[in-house]
């Protein structure tokens, strides 16, 4: 295992005290490292609060500041944060608004946010994010599986609550933007989780994994390997045919780590013309490494259909490591 | 060679197009994709015009924008653009105010770009950025390697030219910023130019490069890989050795593609330790791909020292798809 790491049981700890530092002036690192927060925090506005394993940033942590997060739990690599880092996170957090989570649809952030939600102090709503058509169940999943669309969640319901909107509402427009997010990837190599050492799939050096799950599950169909308008037409008809229709879009290509931006432009460029002949226009774009697996080869198209509303929730100003505009 | 491409020869032309369609707010692609060019140009200010091979994105066509560059010139994949390029895009950008270029010091760019100089219809300065401490000279080099310090000189130079700095004054700060500024780098892996299809060098699985150049140039020594503290001491002890003097700091962690963001947060950690023993104060910083070599695994760190007007030329406003704050 090559890694740029002192041991293995340290990484997460070592990691999280480098971006504290990085981003003082927007972060927060909470008690036993239990949550990134949100610096300055407005009073009155409800809460929101994600988390998950870690090994995708930048989300969550990435996405804490003005506009976004309030406070995001990091779990171990590829784990479930455990439901006293989100108790801990909305004691923290919560100024009188209540707690919206953002959780992505695996059984055990599901469970582990589920928990906290009864046992916190306050009032909490839940928005659960399963934007991935490639599959239906999977292997850590029932149902379909939370990916990059968790990110636009974020952003735009950080956007609403920013303006003021209610707890109530928020969960009603999380659902709402998770329901109009369709996204599926594409491995051509895998991730080696620390504590593991090896790699978490081997895939031959001529295939890749059409439909892959950001901790490297398994896909629809491991396929040689196909040139890049190949791929993002097979991935736009997946998503395109599961909204079931056109219309101005958001599209985010999202590299998973391991992928050059050369490359995620190249898969901009193929996913334009393809979504193109489905009636799909590309109104808002984001292109880079926002949802990923440590270093995995590969990358997800994320596509939300707009409204007047997401557009402008979109747009609106925010503040934190990762997007940052309007500020 | 696994990558999403169509053919070795289009990665470039296409990986253009997505580029200035995912970013036409901010970007013009030239003629015949000689160059990316800022949209709006500013009358009268002196142009910024930079460029070299492609590969190492987003340098530099991703700093293309208010407060930073006017124009980018992409060779192909590790290969210098040629003078037409750059004679283009001055004969576009430049708006009265001549042009000043930024060149990394690799033989073929500084020829290309001395060549350009004295055939385009402006006056035109050149800075030449060479902060790599790691070898005195290289591969593609006389004298030092320009690296990851040239998106430095490429944002301080820019904010001054915005706010009015004329030709000659850029040309005394773009130096003045790179003999403040060193880097050094270390690989884990090679990276796999797509015309070549076959990895640059290859390290076996328990060594790594120190002092790596991004073109996966030898460095100093190859050796066992070490942990992350010993890394960054090392690479800090070089660093701070040819700085001479310690002080306040921008500190970038630059990831060279295919290394992980947990990773190079951990890195910043480490680097915070290793600088304070030199008495360098991280005053300002950045962590994130920003200089790359495709996907190689590593990363290398740039120190600049900071006075008051290159760190007030830092935090002004800058609009480019790469790096963007205060807009």
């Known amino acids: 295992m090559k ?3 002192n041991a293995p049981d340290t990484v997460l700890s070592e990691s999280l005290d480098g971006f504290a530092e990085a981003h ?4 927060l690192l909470g008690e036993e490292r239990k949550f990134v927060r949100r ?6 506005k409800p809460a929101l609060v994600s ?3 870690s090994g995708h940033e930048p989300l969550h942590a990435g ?3 003005f506009g976004m997060l309030d406070a995001a739990c990091p779990g171990q690599v590829f784990t479930s944060p455990t439901p006293d880092q989100m108790i801990a996170a909305v004691a923290e957090v919560d100024t009188g608004g209540g707690a919206l989570f953002i959780v992505k649809n695996y059984e055990g952030d599901v469970m582990n946010f589920e928990m906290a939600a009864e046992m916190a102090g306050s009032e909490v709503l839940t928005v659960i994010t399963d934007d991935d058509v490639a599959v239906e169940t999977s292997t850590y999943s029932l149902g379909r599986r939370g990916v990059a669309g968790t990110m636009i969640v974020e952003k735009v319901v950080g956007a609403a609550a920013e303006a003021g909107m209610g707890l109530g509402a928020l969960k009603v427009l999380g659902d709402r933007v998770n329901a109009a997010s369709r996204s599926m990837g594409v491995a051509l190599t895998s991730c080696i989780v620390p504590a593991a050492g090896t790699p978490t799939f081997t895939l031959p050096e001529d295939e890749m994994e059409m439909g892959v799950g950001i901790h490297g599950e398994p896909g629809r169909r491991r396929v040689k390997l196909e040139g890049a308008d190949a791929i993002a037409e097979e991935m736009v008809a997946a998503i395109a045919g599961d909204l079931g229709r ?4 958001l599209l985010l290509v999202n590299g998973f780590g391991g992928t050059p931006a050369m490359e995620l432009y190249l898969m901009r460029h193929a996913a334009g013309k393809a979504l193109a002949k489905h009636g799909i226009r590309i109104a808002r774009g984001l292109v ?3 949802v990923t697996s440590l270093e995995m080869a590969g990358c997800s198209l994320t596509v939300t259909l707009l409204d007047d509303e ?8 925010v503040h934190t490591s990762a997007l940052r505009w309007g500020l």
């Open 3 to 5: 890694k740029l790491i």
């Open 24 to 27: 003082a002036d927007i972060v």
């Open 39 to 44: 610096r300055t925090l407005k009073p009155g």
């Open 51 to 53: 988390g998950g394993g």
């Open 63 to 65: 996405f804490v500041g």
């Open 246 to 249: 056109g219309g101005d879009a």
């Open 288 to 290: 880079g490494n926002y």
């Open 310 to 317: 997401i557009a402008r929730l979109w747009d609106a100003p």
